[in-house]
């Protein structure tokens, strides 16, 4: 009894936990804030491809539907697969062309503007990455026309009524300004004209009077007096090099200590450089070790994600997210991945694995094993990618 409700208790935390967890990502997207979602994962060690809401919806179907630009750069920027579908099929694409239809003008040209475009220059900015499928052409030449054109029109039409508004106002208001504006400069010379007559012949204070002139010795003493002070203000300047001389040698005493400061300091000074560049060794060597360790671990996933779909095979249709791909979104990731801990290129142990990932990826191979089970609405993206694949993993044999 005692184990089951420990057991219980422990499931209880858990998914409060994973609540917690689930509210606090949606709210940082909702709030569009891509550094502290960034930070948040990083501490809590959540991959970002791994983690979805209900409904199969992933980080960047999630952003697309709250309209968060930020949050959908930084996705973009770490080379999320925006191929992805939803447990309807939806890509994020498909969810922010629906949105931009469905608002109103203003809104729609925003979201056109801050998430279509972005996601459809993601899709084309780069070789590697996979062309627009033609469905998604056509929804986006429908909303092109539906936001721009249309607006052009009713541009004209509003042009049209304005101008003939005015051109029936312009004369009526012509007349009317002309009568205020020679009301207005009658006013304006009255005014200067009296206040010339109440001013006219009346002189003012003459402020040419220069008082009692300075003679030639209170100049030179004044100037004397000044110059004194100048040089003693320069003298005591705390930025000035030159200090008052002594005659019992306390200035050579003040030098010697200021040299020894300066020496000490300088050996400190190269002694925190010397730690800086070893700590910044160590950091690096650390990065390098990391990032093979994460690499590792990518093929070790793949390999037993491979497994599980030959062992799954036949229990169902084979949808393009089911398959596990050897790569994200870029096929040189292949090598990084699968062949990163291979050393030597020309090893025996190498041609081999090569080998064996050729047969694995053949067009016909492929097609032989799974074809018959393939989805038939996502068959043709899955057997282009399946020959991109064979096609890179050939030219590897050539190198």
Not at 206 to 219: A, S
Request: aromatic fraction near 10%; charge should be positive.
């Amino acid at each position: 009894m005692t184990i089951s409700l420990c057991f219980r208790k422990n499931i209880q935390a858990a998914y409060l936990i994973m609540g917690k967890t689930c509210d606090k990502i949606k709210k940082f997207i909702e709030d569009d804030r891509p550094q502290k979602l960034k930070s948040y994962l990083i501490e809590h060690r959540i991959g970002i491809d791994d983690y979805t809401f209900n409904k199969g919806q992933n980080l960047l179907h999630y952003s697309v539907k709250k309209s968060s630009p930020g949050v959908l750069g930084y996705l973009l920027r770490m080379d999320f697969d925006v191929r992805k579908r939803n447990s309807k099929g939806q890509t994020a694409l498909d969810i922010a062309i629906r949105k931009s239809k469905k608002s109103k003008k203003s809104t729609a040209i925003k979201i056109y503007q801050e998430i279509v475009v972005p996601l459809v220059d993601y899709y084309q900015h780069d070789g590697q990455h996979f062309k627009l499928p033609t469905k998604i052409k056509i929804k986006l030449k429908e909303l092109q026309e539906k936001l721009f054109h249309q607006h052009e029109q009713n541009s004209s039409h509003h042009m049209k009524v304005d101008n003939s508004r005015l051109s029936s106002t312009s004369e009526s208001e012509t007349d009317e300004d002309m009568e205020d504006e020679k009301r207005w400069n009658e006013k304006i010379a009255e005014e200067n004209d009296d206040e010339y007559m109440s001013s006219w012949g009346n002189y003012e204070e003459d402020f040419c009077d220069e008082g009692e002139k300075e003679t030639y010795d209170q100049w030179t003493s004044r100037i004397h007096c000044e110059h004194k002070l100048k040089q003693q203000a320069n003298r005591f300047h705390p930025y000035n090099n030159t200090s008052p001389k002594s005659t019992d040698g306390t200035n050579s005493k003040t030098d010697a200590i200021l040299n020894d400061k300066k020496s000490k300091q300088k050996i400190r000074e190269e002694n925190l450089r010397q730690k800086r560049v070893e700590l910044e060794k160590i950091f690096a060597e650390k990065q390098l070790r990391i990032r093979e360790i994460s690499r590792q671990e990518k093929k070790y996933k793949y390999e037993e994600k491979y497994t599980k779909f030959l062992q799954t095979k036949g229990e169902g249709q084979i949808k393009y997210n089911d398959i596990p791909w050897p790569f994200k979104t870029k096929l040189s990731e292949i090598t990084d991945i699968l062949f990163c801990d291979f050393n030597d290129k020309n090893s025996d142990s190498y041609r081999k694995y090569l080998r064996e990932q050729q047969v694995r990826w053949h067009p016909d191979k492929f097609r032989q094993n799974f074809v018959e089970f393939l989805a038939e609405e996502e068959k043709e993206e899955i057997l282009d990618r399946v020959t991109e694949i064979s096609q890179y993993l050939n030219k590897l044999t050539e190198k």
